[in-house]
T-cell receptor, first 116, second 108 residues
């Protein structure tokens, strides 16, 4: 079974440019998370989806960040315009509230964003 | 002050040593997670605890709810155990609050 897929793996952009990240969760997982991880720190939740509904987006900087999960499967996270401080690894994770291991989040490899 | 504090931040050990990583938290939780992150970003779940102790292979995790403290132990450490170990607490529903991680290096 394929794990959580993210693309691209690496992205370098200039400040003020837009950028988008894509995530395909594990098949059948209804919950999808986007995290941001700064160097030397733990991940911070940006947004959590239950199916297509964003149920926790309180930590998403809505002035420049947006996300969507239109059909309740894959998801896109966008930043427009990017700032230098957005340089980080953006992680996607998924889980299933119906599975025996409902508590376990499965992480993708992340997208490393560098804003110059 | 962070809600989740880990110690030490960095740990270097010789192969075969017994290793302990500590996690303290300041909020009410429904569960605590230990995760492992290898270079390149991949994160895998090791344990979820709500009480007591769990063991998987050479890894042991304990939690003391009253003291708001958890420990992750690695017995007979090996260079392949080198990674960042992250403690995370589940404070409300599915939201995890992560510690900053402990960088473990095990030398042969």
């Amino acid at each position: 079974e394929a794990g959580v897929v993210q693309s691209p793996r690496y992205k370098i952009i200039e400040k003020k440019q837009p950028v988008a990240f894509w995530c395909n969760p594990i098949s059948g997982h209804n919950t999808l998370y986007w995290y941001r991880q700064n160097l030397g720190q733990g991940p911070e939740l940006l947004i959590r989806y239950e199916n297509e509904e964003a149920v926790d987006d309180s930590q998403l900087p809505k002035d420049r960040f947006s996300a969507e999960r239109l059909k309740g499967v894959d998801s896109t996270l966008k930043i427009q315009p990017a700032e230098l401080g957005d340089s980080a690894v953006y992680l996607c994770a998924s889980s299933s509230t119906y599975a025996r291991d409902y508590w376990e989040q499965y992480f993708g490899p992340g997208t490393r964003l560098t804003v110059t | 002050k962070n809600e989740v504090e880990q110690s030490p931040q960095n740990l270097t050990a010789q192969e075969g040593e017994f290793i302990t990583i500590n996690c303290s938290y300041s909020v009410g939780i429904s569960a605590l997670h230990w995760l492992q992150q290898h270079p390149g970003g991949g994160i895998v779940s090791l344990f979820m605890l709500s009480s007591g102790k769990k063991k998987h292979g050479r890894l042991i995790a304990t939690i003391n709810i009253q003291e708001k403290h958890s420990s992750l132990h690695i017995t007979a450490s090996h260079p392949r155990d080198s990674a960042v170990y992250i403690c995370a607490v589940d404070t409300s529903g599915s939201r995890l609050t992560f510690g900053e991680g402990t960088q473990l290096t095990v030398n042969p």
